[in-house]
């Protein structure tokens, strides 16, 4: 079973309005932490956001912002004013078990294709 | 600024060749990673390793060897390659996880073409 879901393949939005990516994931530990990265057409992956799941506020960095339902369990990005630079693929990640040892591995969801129109 | 520098960007190979690809990090990380990624099918990885001479077996390691002889180097191999095995090769590291934020940084990727 996907432990991390990403429900939109693609996605358009206006420059400069706000736009939300949508990431369930599911785990049976208390201590996990959220990713999210971004990959333009260059390839290379790029760290945008992290939320560990004892953090009690959102975790913001810039323009994106992560909305942290853990109830629900769901970790959305939310990326205000859009540029035409973050046309690109968005990968949310989960780290299981951070306290449980060096636990190396980051699961995966298959990505949400972002395009922004000028 | 950290890098995590990758050999090649664009690889083109025959079928049935030894193929090595590089990953050179200089963080001091004790981690690394080797992913591959493929349309529709996220990141997937092939083998991780802890520390040196150290490795793990991840999701698909069929067809792929690795080598850490150094802390910052990691190398994958293809042993023989072949055409299902051209994809786009991430490589990744990431310093000891003891429960906090310990983002991968990742190089730029190698597009692999297997002819």
Redesign the interface.
């Known amino acids: 079973a996907q432990k991390i879901t990403q429900t939109q393949p693609g996605m358009f939005v206006q420059e400069k309005e706000a736009v939300t990516l949508d990431c369930t994931y599911d785990t049976s530990d208390q201590?996990y932490?959220l990713?999210w990265?971004k990959q333009p057409s260059?390839?290379?992956?790029?760290?945008l956001i992290?939320q560990?799941s004892y953090d009690e506020q959102n975790a913001t960095e810039g323009r994106y912002s992560l909305n942290f339902q853990k109830a629900r369990k769901s970790a959305n990005l939310v990326i205000s004013a859009s540029q035409l630079g973050d046309s690109a693929m968005y990968?949310c990640a989960m780290?299981e078990g951070?306290?449980a040892?060096?636990?190396?591995?980051?699961i995966?969801?298959?990505?949400t294709s972002l395009a922004v129109n000028p | 600024d950290v890098k995590v520098t990758q050999s090649s960007?664009y690889l083109v190979k025959r079928t049935g060749e030894k193929v090595f690809l590089e990953c050179v990090q200089d963080m001091d990380h004790?981690?690394m990673?080797w992913y591959r990624q493929d349309p529709?099918?996220?990141?997937r990885?092939i083998y991780?390793s802890?520390d040196v001479k150290m490795k793990?077996k991840?999701d698909i390691p069929e067809g792929y060897s690795v080598s850490r002889e150094k802390k910052e180097r990691f190398s994958l191999i293809l042993e023989s390659a072949s055409t299902n095995q051209t994809s786009?090769y991430?490589c990744?590291s990431?310093s000891?996880?003891?429960?906090?934020?310990t983002?991968?940084?990742?190089?730029?990727?190698t597009?692999l073409t297997v002819v």
Request: overall charge positive; glycine content about 22%; cysteine-free.
């Open positions: 201590s932490g990713f990265y260059s390839g290379e992956m790029i760290f992290y560990g990968f780290r951070l306290h040892g060096n636990n190396r591995k980051l995966w969801g298959l990505g | 960007r004790e981690n990673f529709g099918l996220g990141l990885l991780f802890y793990e991840g786009m991430l990744a990431t000891v996880f003891l429960g906090q934020n983002e991968a940084f990742f190089g730029q990727g597009r």
